[in-house]
């Protein structure tokens, strides 16, 4: 008799390996027994976390996945507190980089000053303030009268700073502009409206990210822009990469009694009674072999991202007979490409233009968008880049990208789970070549002043089962009553979904973890994690 699993988990990214871990942890410290189970479709833990270690550069991981986190992520930084993991800062802003836009090449230091800056910009913000922060000026110039109505707040810049997550959605859900409401109107086309479109295209092209203005609303794309990229936030990283995080949180999982089984894709999820007359779930795993299995569970949870789940097969009764219950919830989100090339040179030309101990970035309009100085070896010199596309529909990049989806997985399945490398993601020539030349225009250099790389990766994030690197609300929607019906999309379905789509900080592991947070609470009986040990408990 097929043995019944108390909770299945599908997904070992940062969500689904949270879930676990917090599962067992609780029943542990009730001594309840509960039997967890993570099926997990590739041969590694952490999904859009992938930090490798470049060839012959030493004390460095590159983050082709996410990279960054800040002070204000509680879950991210108690975690790598209670796991003791060391962090460094990221630099972000470093005023002589460069910003290469429109053909013209200028410090980063000269984007504020409107003299210098390539854009027709109206008077009123052609001034040092105004153009540091743009997305907050918008805000100030077209939320003021919400903030006043709603919450009797008078909105300025100082002010802005202190709204909270809390008075942002108050905001988003009573506020107007021009009489409609803020989650009905684009965040690009109040931006347009309240800055002028000059300022606008300034805005997105020095950031470096095409896809934040993209597809929601006012209501969610404020809080985002501006908690997440604001000029004066610090950004911190794991310096032994981001993959330690979901690595540390896989052996505690599976010191805790957590099953996690690599290399077995969940395929189909259907409604079952089980032998105690209880509504379960019973689903179907594919091995890397091809081996089939069927496992019933008491609960099961989705840790997935909205292509992750739309690959699934469509039957079963969250894609049959209540389809219209789920899927405007499943396509309340959007994937965005996000696409990074990291290339290695045995000496650090850039710094004829940058300076010695380049570090930041420099953007630019050409297709490469950001690049980040990621690493000099002091000792000999060696230097890697990052270059990150926050992209378009269909990415420049992606195009190029002649690697077949199957061929990583292939090549994946033969190493040790964990161990990420570089080779696995090994750039195609066209893109290699691609991005040096531009990172040579970028810098004003001829090719004869410097060498071509000796060694390239990239990963795109539209490949499936990921469909993108982050997601965004679509417009028009109530994203948090979204968020919240999601979490458990029908009532009689013991299924659970969580992760980054779905929640109020896309392209965050916070996301990830407060919408795995969100679910263990309201439907799984635990308190807040804030309300245990356990982010202070660990050695
Ligand atoms: C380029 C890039 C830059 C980013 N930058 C940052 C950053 O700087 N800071 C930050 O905090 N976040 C960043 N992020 C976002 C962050 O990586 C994600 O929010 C987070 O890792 C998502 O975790 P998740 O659990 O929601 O989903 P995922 O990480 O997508 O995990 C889903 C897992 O499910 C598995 N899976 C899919 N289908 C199946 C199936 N059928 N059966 C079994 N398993 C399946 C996948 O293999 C994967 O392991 C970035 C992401 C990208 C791509």
């Given at each position: 008799m097929t043995q019944v699993i108390d909770i299945a988990i599908v997904g070992a990214g940062m969500s689904g390996l949270y879930s676990a871990w917090r599962l067992k942890a609780d029943a542990a410290a009730h001594q309840r027994p509960l039997t967890v189970a993570v099926f997990e479709g590739s041969e590694r833990v952490g999904g859009r976390l992938l930090s490798v270690k470049p060839p012959f550069v030493n004390d460095t991981f590159v983050e082709l996945g996410g990279m960054r986190f800040t002070a204000t992520q509680h879950l991210v930084c108690g975690l790598t507190k209670a796991f003791g993991l060391q962090t460094g800062v990221l630099a972000d802003a470093n005023p002589s980089n460069i910003a290469y836009l429109r053909g013209q090449r200028l410090t980063k230091g000269e984007l504020t000053d409107p003299e210098r800056i390539p854009y027709v910009i109206d008077e009123s913000l052609r001034n040092p303030e105004s153009l540091q922060d743009l997305m907050a000026v918008a805000a100030v110039r077209a939320l003021a009268p919400s903030f006043k109505l709603v919450l009797d707040i008078d909105l300025t810049l100082d002010t802005l700073k202190q709204v909270t997550a809390a008075q942002w959605r108050a905001v988003g859900e009573r506020g107007t502009f021009e009489g409609k409401p803020l989650y009905e109107t684009p965040l690009h086309y109040l931006l347009v409206r309240t800055l002028g479109h000059g300022a606008v295209q300034f805005l997105q092209d020095s950031l470096g990210?095409?896809?934040?203005?993209?597809?929601?609303s006012a209501a969610d794309g404020f809080p985002f822009n501006l908690s997440d990229f604001g000029s004066d936030i610090t950004h911190f990283h794991l310096i032994d990469g981001f993959s330690a995080l979901p690595r540390r949180l896989h052996e505690e999982a599976v010191a805790l009694g957590v099953d996690v089984q690599l290399s077995t894709r969940v395929r189909s999820v259907h409604d079952v009674v089980l032998a105690d007359g209880t509504a379960g779930v019973a689903f179907t795993t594919v091995k890397s072999d091809g081996q089939e299995t069927r496992h019933l569970a008491r609960q099961l949870i989705l840790a997935l991202p909205r292509r992750a789940i739309e690959l699934l097969d469509r039957t079963g009764p969250l894609f049959e007979s209540r389809a219209s219950v789920f899927r405007p919830l499943l396509e309340a989100v959007s994937p965005i490409p996000l696409f990074k090339i990291a290339l290695c040179y045995e000496?650090?030309?850039?710094e004829a233009v940058v300076g010695a101990g380049s570090h930041g970035k420099s953007v630019t309009d050409m297709p490469m968008r950001q690049v980040y100085y990621w690493k000099v070896n002091p000792d000999d010199q060696q230097g890697v880049v990052l270059i990150y596309d926050g992209g378009l529909a269909k990415s420049y990049w992606e195009q190029l990208d002649h690697i077949e989806p199957n061929k990583v997985q292939s090549k994946l399945a033969?190493?040790?789970?964990?161990v990420e490398m570089w080779a696995d993601y090994a750039a195609p020539a066209r893109i290699i070549f691609e991005a040096h030349r531009q990172l040579l225009e970028l810098h004003g250099m001829h090719e004869s002043q410097a060498p071509a790389p000796f060694a390239a990766a990239c990963m795109s994030w539209s490949r499936d089962p990921f469909g993108g690197g982050a997601h965004f609300w679509n417009m028009g929607l109530r994203s948090h009553e979204v968020a919240e019906k999601i979490l458990q999309p029908l009532p009689e379905l013991p299924v659970y979904i969580c992760g980054e789509a779905w929640s109020h900080d896309q392209g965050w592991v916070e996301g990830a973890l407060a919408t795995a947070e969100a679910m263990l609470t309201r439907h799984f009986g635990l308190s807040s994690v804030l309300d245990t040990d356990l982010l202070s408990a660990h050695p």
């Open positions: 990210y095409d896809s934040v203005l993209w597809t929601w000496h650090c030309w850039w033969h190493r040790r789970p964990g």
